[in-house]
């Protein structure tokens, strides 16, 4: 018979190992892969902080008369995020044509407009003049875009 520390032996060495390859641990012993373990968890608890953020950010847009632009330099592009809490027709194309002023391409894009506003996309230029271009150039083209297209469909004005 198997004694029943070979067996809990056997079951820990399994466990061991699959955490290792959870967390993508090249580590040995036991102690590395705890150790990888607590820094991938550490990193996911990051990533889950940071959606979470973004998710308070873009429910904080409501108010139809808020509207937030948040450009990033990639290696190749923006991203460009455009959040309000104003959803009517035609503040897609508005945004779409911002990027067609700029000569940017839609390379990757995430769009919803159930409640509000939530435009998430990727925009790189292929021409010569994308190079000169900076975040904060584009950021305010967008957001010249939506504020121009919010004031023209206020219902107050």
């Known amino acids: 018979m198997v004694s ?5 032996g056997s079951s820990l060495r399994e466990k061991f190992q699959l955490l290792r390859s959870i967390t993508n641990s090249d580590a040995e012993s036991e102690s590395s892969i705890i150790v990888d373990a607590s820094k991938y968890i550490k990193k996911l608890k990051q990533k889950v ?3 979470n953020s973004e998710t308070t950010s873009e429910q904080s847009f409501r108010d139809p008369t808020d509207s937030k632009v948040t450009v990033e330099t990639l290696e190749k592009g923006f991203m460009i995020k455009v959040m309000s809490g ?3 027709e035609g503040m897609l194309v508005c945004v779409l044509e911002a990027f067609e002023d700029l000569g940017l391409d839609v390379v990757e894009a995430r769009v919803s407009c159930t409640d509000s506003f939530s435009f998430h996309a990727i925009g790189s230029s292929d021409n010569d003049d994308g190079e000169n271009m900076d975040a904060q150039a584009v950021k305010h083209a967008v957001a010249v875009a939506v504020r121009t297209w919010n004031d023209s469909h206020d219902p107050r004005a």
């Open 49 to 51: 902080g940071k959606i």
């Open 86 to 88: 104003k959803n009517e």
């Open 4 to 8: 029943r520390e070979h067996k809990r």
